[in-house]
Nanobody, 124 residues
Framework: QVQLVESGGGLVQAGGSLRLSCAAS????????MAWFRQAPGKEREFVAA????????YYTDSVKGRFTISRDNAKKTVYLQMNSLTPEDTAIYYC?????????????????WGQGTQVTVSS
């Protein structure tokens, strides 16, 4: 079991940056693939980025490549999402998710554990 708590969301102007954090509790954090998903109003939850359980591979949806960076600190049991050059289209609730032993899937159903989400709002 792992519990996830996101933080770092907020209101930012277009072109600005935010760094989201997801703190995990429980055992064997390094054995979990970690991901960020987001859900905008009226839309389905979508994949944003993932890092494999060994942290050697990262994956991004096309719309954030070159702007967002996912990273993990296993000693701190924390995964981060650095978001740069934000646009209003990035406005959503951002969720952290964990998948034991996973490769860093883009599929929601691969992830067993979810945080409560943190709101990111980008103004134009």
């Amino acid at each position: 079991q792992v519990q996830l708590v996101e933080s770092g969301g907020g209101l930012v102007q277009a072109g600005g940056s935010l760094r989201l954090s997801c703190a995990a509790s429980g055992r064997a954090f390094s054995d979990y693939a970690m991901a960020w998903f987001r859900q905008a109003p009226g839309k389905e939850r979508e994949f944003v980025a993932a890092v494999a359980w060994r942290g050697r591979s990262t994956y991004y949806t096309d719309s954030v490549k070159g702007r967002f960076t996912i990273s993990r600190d296993n000693a701190k049991k924390t995964v981060y999402l650095q978001m740069n050059s934000l646009t209003p289209e990035d406005t959503a609730i951002y969720y952290c998710a964990a998948d034991f032993g996973g490769p860093g899937s883009r599929e929601r159903r691969a992830y067993n554990f979810w945080g409560q989400g943190t709101q990111v709002t980008v103004s134009s």
